[in-house]
């Protein structure tokens, strides 16, 4: 029901941030929340940070104090601004939105955040 495309991904230096987006279109379904996933190699996908629809957010440990999840309805789109970016954020960051009662899951084709020197 919901197409969702991330941008924002690239190559940076420890410390540095960026802000990825992900861009939902096409869709007749509501949308009871969206989150960020990240996928390093030979590790699990891995939930890096959500937003509802009313927007209570939800940030995994790890990122907390660095990452930010946020949102613009009137545009469609979901944030995830990454300050203090460490090595080990290095991975492929996914969009991810849910319908309610977890009836429907879309994915994002991922977006790849490499922090290295």
């Known amino acids: 029901q919901v197409q969702l495309v991330e941008s924002g991904g690239g190559l940076v230096q420890p410390g540095e941030s960026l802000r990825l987006s992900c861009a939902a279109s096409?869709?007749?379904?509501?949308?009871?929340?969206m989150g960020w996933y990240r996928q390093a190699p030979g590790k699990e996908r891995e939930l890096v940070a959500d937003?509802?629809?009313?927007?209570?957010?939800d940030l995994a440990e790890f990122v907390k104090g660095r990452f930010t999840i946020s949102k613009d309805n009137a545009k469609n789109t979901v944030y995830l601004q990454m300050n203090s970016l460490k090595p080990e954020d290095t991975a492929v960051y996914f969009c991810?939105?849910?319908?309610?009662?977890?009836?429907?899951?879309?994915w994002g084709q991922g977006t790849q955040v490499t922090v290295s020197s």
């Open positions: 096409g869709s007749g379904s509501s949308i009871a929340g």
């Open positions: 937003i509802s629809s009313g927007g209570t957010t």
């Open positions: 991810s939105a849910r319908g309610y009662f977890d009836s429907w899951r879309s």
